[in-house]
């Protein structure tokens, strides 16, 4: 008697999620020769939307890819072309004390000669907070750095942020600056789907997991409608660690996570340009212009993000935010196009002092073999967006890579 391998579908993988960590899974799975479907509740992209209302493209808030980061290197390998500019930082200003004033540059070159000879790792396990208490100098020189911890990590609880990250963050946001997308942050959502697509990934909108369950083959993943997917392994990329406990087979062993991260956005369509960035100095607020020269306004006109890290309540923070723009010299006449986004989720995860990213839970789900994680919040590389495309790329190559389990039956020799 000799044995056959049975055909079925238990080299597939179903990519549960259709933003940024689940769109770089199904192009690196699909990649890797393997067959992929992409299950998406809604319309794709998650944070990474672009809406448009009469020409002005709004984000959703104010967005920035970091060109030293993970997600840089990994949408090159993957072949995802984008477009865009560093953010226009001539005629900068900050507020203090409820005034716009110019940066103080002496404070600001003492400040980074101290950033640029830290060593992250000599502060792990020790929050932000001590770190900008150590620098001494100018009392300037620690409101700079909190501002710049904001403005790198959208982070304003410095005494629960680790000082690594923040480190670590703040050197690869200086260092190799920031891009504003042309066209929006849709264009990486519709590159990486082009991306998945062209290498055979299936990609169903408007389709929602339910469920996963084991099966003889591996693993079945219920969609609300009644059809189950079969698949050797599949990626839960379908937002944060509550959505990803609701559709695991097993309890994770995770440790006690932390909160979100959250801030208030105010996005304004205007009829011509404005100052390009003030940040605040003593306060969690921040407006900049992302177009020009960012391409996301009509010709002549511009596109604004005013934002306070961390959120509070709506009606608070909008007003405050209005008030901040007003400073800045956008008065409500110059307004063509507003939205507001109240309690808007930066990150689903701040991770806790002792441990830093090692803390976040792993791509590896313990009990499943064969179900891995990507979001914003998994994995031990990278913050934001460079997170969720790190863990959604090795989530991918984990899926693409699973041992099979397929089962056997004899034959007649």
């Known amino acids: 008697m000799g044995m056959q391998e049975?055909?079925?579908?238990?080299?597939?993988?179903?990519?549960?999620?259709?933003?940024?960590?689940?769109?770089?899974?199904?192009?690196?799975?699909?990649?890797?020769?393997?067959?992929?479907?992409?299950?998406?509740?809604?319309?794709?992209?998650?944070?990474?939307?672009?809406?448009?209302?009469?020409?002005?493209?709004?984000?959703?808030?104010?967005?920035?890819?970091?060109?030293?980061?993970?997600?840089?290197?990994?949408?090159?390998?993957?072949?995802?072309?984008?477009?865009?500019?560093?953010?226009?930082?001539?005629g900068a200003r900050i507020t203090h004390r409820g005034e716009l004033v110019h940066l103080p540059g002496a404070a600001m070159g003492s400040l980074l000669a101290k950033l640029f000879s830290a060593s992250p790792a000599k502060w792990t396990g020790r929050c932000a907070e001590e770190w900008v208490q150590s620098l001494g100098g100018a009392p300037e020189v620690a409101e700079l750095a909190r501002m710049v911890i904001r403005v790198v990590t959208y982070v304003a609880d410095h005494e629960h942020m680790p000082a690594d990250l923040a480190i670590s963050q703040a050197k690869?946001?200086?260092?190799?600056?920031?891009?504003?997308?042309?066209?929006?942050?849709?264009?990486?959502?519709?590159?990486?789907?082009?991306?998945?697509?062209?290498?055979?990934?299936?990609?169903?909108?408007?389709?929602?997991?339910?469920?996963?369950?084991?099966?003889?083959?591996?693993?079945?993943?219920?969609?609300?409608?009644?059809?189950?997917?079969?698949?050797?392994?599949?990626?839960?990329?379908?937002?944060?660690?509550?959505?990803?406990?609701r559709l695991l087979p097993v309890e994770p062993a995770?440790?006690?996570?932390?909160?979100?991260?959250?801030?208030?956005?105010?996005?304004?369509?205007?009829?011509r340009c404005h100052p390009p960035v003030v940040f605040g100095l003593d306060e969690p607020l921040y407006l900049s212009r992302h177009s020009p020269p960012g391409d996301l306004a009509p010709e002549g006109k511009a596109m604004v993000h005013v934002m306070r890290y961390g959120a509070r309540d709506a009606r608070l923070d909008r007003t405050e935010l209005r008030t901040y723009a007003r400073l800045a010299g956008i008065g409500d006449d110059h307004i063509v196009e507003e939205r507001f986004l109240a309690g808007m989720v930066v990150t689903h995860l701040l991770p806790g002092v002792e441990h830093g990213l090692a803390g976040r839970p792993a791509v590896e789900v313990p009990g499943a073999p064969g179900i891995y994680l990507a979001g914003d919040w998994v994995g031990t590389s990278g913050w934001l967006a460079d997170a969720a495309m790190a863990s959604g790329q090795r989530a991918g190559l984990l899926a693409a890579r699973a041992p099979s389990h397929r089962p056997l039956r004899p034959t007649l020799a």
């Open 6 to 90: 049975l055909d079925n579908v238990s080299d597939s993988v179903v990519v549960i999620g259709a933003g940024l960590a689940g769109l770089t899974a199904a192009a690196t799975a699909a990649r890797e020769k393997k067959p992929v479907t992409v299950v998406e509740a809604h319309i794709g992209g998650g944070r990474a939307r672009t809406d448009e209302r009469d020409g002005y493209r709004f984000n959703q808030g104010p967005h920035a890819l970091y060109r030293s980061g993970r997600g840089w290197r990994i949408l090159r390998g993957l072949k995802v072309a984008h477009r865009g500019h560093q953010p226009p930082l001539r």
């Open 172 to 245: 690869l946001g200086l260092r190799g600056g920031v891009s504003y997308l042309d066209g929006g942050w849709s264009t990486l959502v519709d590159g990486l789907a082009s991306a998945a697509s062209s290498a055979g990934a299936a990609i169903r909108i408007h389709e929602s997991a339910i469920g996963i369950e084991r099966c003889t083959d591996g693993w079945e993943v219920t969609l609300a409608g009644g059809e189950v997917l079969s698949a050797g392994a599949v990626v839960v990329a379908a937002g944060g660690p509550d959505a990803a406990r």
């Open 254 to 271: 995770w440790p006690e996570l932390g909160p979100p991260v959250t801030a208030a956005c105010l996005d304004l369509g205007l009829q």
